[in-house]
């Protein structure tokens, strides 16, 4: 039957294939199988070792603890603690269960707070005691300290006062030596009191201010007098200065000239920088000699009451010049009269001649001077003797007394001359006045430093500041010393006060202690509490440790009779596995005779021509071959995943009977409630993924995964910060819960919520992310690289149409061209396509 067809020989091709990899298969699970026995039983051989040291260090553990709890009855019985004797009793109740040494510690350390309570009270009261006993020391101290100070100041006290009439005597010799600073009787005995006062309330600064004022007024005197010779002094020296001024003035000068304003000197340097010529009246005239003097002053004070003596004569051809140039100044020209206007009366040329060259100005000098009259005649400008003049519309008459300085070179020499010795004269007079106030001066300024020095020859005080010092010092030492001795007595009677008040609290405190009011007895009770406590926290220790210890022989003991029965279950698992292989490579022996046949090989011929055929179809089929491939490689796989599943489905078979002891016990807990399994099997199975290792730890307590529970906890709560990790009590169990949505929900709650959001959010983000690649790829993207594209084929025509019209020296024409890069392997693109792709516009 299997050689009648061709699908019949297709269909033991494949079963013989299939049991080869059968045979590998089973050949490889026996191995597995094999080696998973050798490691049961490795474990079960360490397991029984692990169970045997366990119980000896159980029965050591309560051996030290019954040696720790005679040790402890002793120490209690040192220390006179009563209530040992009560908790040991209630722990030979508990023994060998769990035990709660929070009362006992509790008793231990209540008895430990009150010897402290009374060690802390009889400690004060030694304390309250030795300062009371220093205190009175102390005050005994302070009256004889008080009692030598009172005597000294007595003594320093008399000194003082005959200091003081030595100063006294002292004083009247001082007033003996005084010539400006003189004091009055009443005032002497003003001072004498001050001092008979020195050291009570007065001291050296009074005496000072006592006669300050006293100096003050006779010092003011003098210096009243002093300023007045000062300013006379400078009021002479300024005249002086004044003096030699006008002295070196009149020396420097040729001629004197009389006074004139500022504006008229300027306005005459302008008619000389003009070069205009002029003459003063005065310089351009002068008396006959037969003139007498008397008249000589008359005619001059008339000249310079007038206006017209420094008045200037200017050449007739000229005078508009100079008119035009007084207009920018200020001077006054004199103006000669016409020839028609001079009467034959007497006029000023009988008295006057001009002195000037011959020329215009002396022609107008004459003019001028011939239009004065000399005495009333016709002419409404004239001169007379006793001096009356009309000029013009003015009339008036001249002063008196005034001499001739101006008019003639002799007379102004003369002037000169005169106001000179005149102004030497004033000089050495001045010179005089102030060699005289000089002294003066120096003489009051004597006088005040020498009232200066009477004051500060004060006699010194330096004696009598030391006895007041020393006396003041012994008073403030005697005042000091009795409010200390005050301030002593009060302290006294306080701490007697605390004394009685500390030994009441003594015998409040020993109330109930078994022990003498004795610091030393006390402090010893104290000590052994402290071992005794010691000793107690040792005692618990190695009592949870016994514990521990204990349950974790019970758990070990249950877990090798399991690894017992599993190593049975894998020892039959191996001898199935091995008949399995046997039955398979029987057959394999069988298929193989019947491949060895011809009609088998015609067709497996046949085949290798289908296959050979199979091959030249196009690159479609080799990808189809590949997914069928990968197709191969899933199904494998999911084989090794079902063959993994069968392992696990045994081993639960095998956990069932443990499994309902363990779930049992954790119903009872309270923890079973939260698992997701249904039959016991699963049960088991998700309380062992959860433990995990640690059920085969050899050091497993409670302390031990508290703390790794806390860790866990502590390590995640930032991540999980929004969902309120807490760590909670139910029973003996720790649980850990979280809040979602403001309820409380467990962790497996928390899980299951958590699982379905990153699903949803996976989902979400796989769509997002493909709109999102076809966004970039296909439009922003693809935009940006089209445009490049364009741009690049562009430039380079245009580059090809710019090297078309060019001529090289070789003659050749240079072209540029893209040559694509073709694709290295079948799963890629090569470049051209790949641009196509991208140049098309999906828009």
């Known amino acids: 039957q299997l050689l009648c067809g061709e699908g019949n020989a297709f269909r033991l091709e494949e079963r013989y294939q299939a049991q080869l990899r059968l045979r590998d298969e089973l050949g490889r699970q026996l191995q597995r199988k094999e080696s998973n026995l050798a490691n049961k039983i490795a474990r079960e051989q360490d397991l029984a070792k692990q169970t045997s040291e366990i119980l000896w260090r159980s029965e050591r553990l309560e051996k030290s603890l019954e040696s720790d709890l005679s040790e402890l009855a002793e120490k209690a019985q040192e220390v006179f603690f009563q209530g040992h004797s009560f908790c040991q009793g209630d722990l030979r109740q508990a023994w060998g269960k769990p035990f709660d040494f929070a009362a006992w510690q509790q008793d231990a350390r209540h008895y430990q707070n009150r010897l ?9 009261k030694d304390r309250a005691m030795k300062r009371y006993d220093d205190l009175l020391a102390e005050q005994d101290q302070f009256t004889g300290e008080r009692d030598g100070a009172e005597r000294e100041q007595e003594g320093l006290l008399e000194k003082l006062h005959n200091e003081r009439q030595s100063y006294l005597a002292t004083l009247t010799d001082w007033y003996a030596r005084l010539e400006r600073l003189l004091l009055e009787t009443e005032e002497r005995h003003l001072l004498h009191q001050l001092v008979l006062d020195y050291g009570e309330g007065k001291d050296r600064a009074d005496l000072e201010k006592f006669l300050f004022p006293i100096w003050r007024r006779l010092d003011n005197k003098l210096a009243e007098k002093i300023l007045q010779n000062k300013q006379a002094h400078g009021h002479l020296n300024q005249e002086r200065a004044e003096t030699a001024e006008a002295l070196e003035k009149w020396q420097a000068q040729e001629e004197p000239e009389p006074w004139r304003d500022p504006q008229i000197d300027a306005s005459r340097r302008l008619l000389h920088e003009a070069k205009i010529d002029y003459l003063p009246f005065y310089q351009a005239v002068d008396f006959k000699e037969d003139v007498k003097a008397p008249l000589r002053e008359t005619i001059e004070t008339v000249f310079l009451d007038l206006g017209i003596l420094d008045a200037l004569i200017v050449p007739k051809d000229q005078l508009a010049r100079a008119r035009q140039v007084l207009g920018r100044g200020s001077d006054k020209i004199l103006l000669a009269a016409a020839e028609k206007r001079i009467d034959s009366h007497p006029n000023l040329n009988t008295i006057l001649e001009a002195v000037c060259s011959p020329g215009p100005l002396r022609n107008q000098v004459e003019r001028f001077l011939a239009g004065f009259s000399l005495g009333e005649g016709k002419s409404e400008w004239f001169v007379k003797k006793d001096g009356s003049f009309s000029f013009g519309k003015i009339v008036g008459k001249a002063r008196t007394g005034i001499p001739s300085r101006f008019i003639g070179a002799e007379t102004r020499r003369r002037f000169r001359a005169a106001e000179i010795e005149a102004l030497r004269l004033e000089l050495a007079h001045l010179d005089g006045q102030l060699a005289d106030l000089r002294h003066n001066l120096a003489r009051l ?18 004696a009598l500041e030391a006895r007041v010092k020393a006396w003041q010092a012994a008073k403030r030492k005697t005042q000091f010393i009795t409010e200390k001795l005050a301030a002593q007595g009060l302290l006294v009677q306080n701490q007697y006060a605390l004394v009685q008040k500390q030994s009441n609290l003594v015998r409040e405190k020993m109330v109930g202690l078994s022990l003498p009011p004795s610091l030393s007895k006390v402090q010893a009770a104290e000590e052994g509490m402290q071992a005794y406590a010691v000793a107690l926290a040792r005692l618990q220790g190695e009592y949870d440790r016994w514990l521990a210890v204990r349950d974790q022989g019970v758990s070990l003991q249950a877990s090798l009779d399991v690894l017992r029965e599993d190593v049975d279950l894998v020892q039959g698992e191996v001898n199935l596995a091995e008949r399995e292989l046997a039955g398979c490579l029987r057959l394999v022996r069988e298929l193989q005779s019947l491949r060895e046949r011809p009609e088998f090989k015609r067709l497996q011929a046949e085949v290798q021509d289908i296959v050979k055929r199979l091959k030249e179809i196009p690159a479609e089929i080799r990808a189809m071959a590949t997914s069928r491939g990968r197709l191969e490689g899933n199904l494998w796989g999911l084989a090794r995943e079902l063959e993994k599943e069968h392992q696990a489905l045994e081993r639960e078979q095998r956990l069932i009977g443990q499994a309902e002891k363990e779930l049992r016990r954790e119903a009872n807990l309270g923890f079973a409630q939260r698992l997701r399994g249904e039959t016991p099997a699963e049960l088991v199975t998700e309380v062992l993924g959860l433990l995990g290792k640690e059920v085969s730890t050899k050091d497993l307590d409670e302390a031990l995964l508290t703390r790794r529970l806390q860790e866990a906890v502590y390590a995640e709560r930032p991540d999980l910060s929004d969902y309120g990790l807490i760590i909670g009590e139910l029973g003996p169990r720790l649980i850990v819960t979280a809040r979602l949505e403001g309820q409380a929900v467990s962790l497996y709650q928390l899980v299951d919520w958590l699982e379905g959001e990153i699903a949803r959010n996976e989902l979400l983000l796989d769509e997002a992310d493909r709109e999102l690649f076809e966004e970039i790829i296909l439009q922003t993207v693809g935009q940006k690289i089209r445009a490049k594209i364009y741009r690049a084929e562009e430039w380079v025509r245009n580059m090809n149409r710019l090297m078309e019209t060019r001529d ?30 991208l140049k098309t516009d999906v828009t």
Not at 116 to 124: F, I, S
Not at 445 to 462: F, H, N, V
Not at 810 to 832: H, N, V
């Open 808 to 837: 090289t020296t070789s003659g050749l024409t240079l072209q540029l061209r893209w040559q694509p890069k073709p694709a290295e392997t079948e799963d890629e693109l090569g470049t051209r396509d790949l641009v196509e792709i």
């Open 445 to 462: 300024k004597a006088s005040r430093i020498q009232l200066q020095g009477e004051l500060d020859s004060l006699p010194s005080t330096d």
């Open 116 to 124: 402290k309570q009374a060690r802390a009270a009889l400690e004060e």
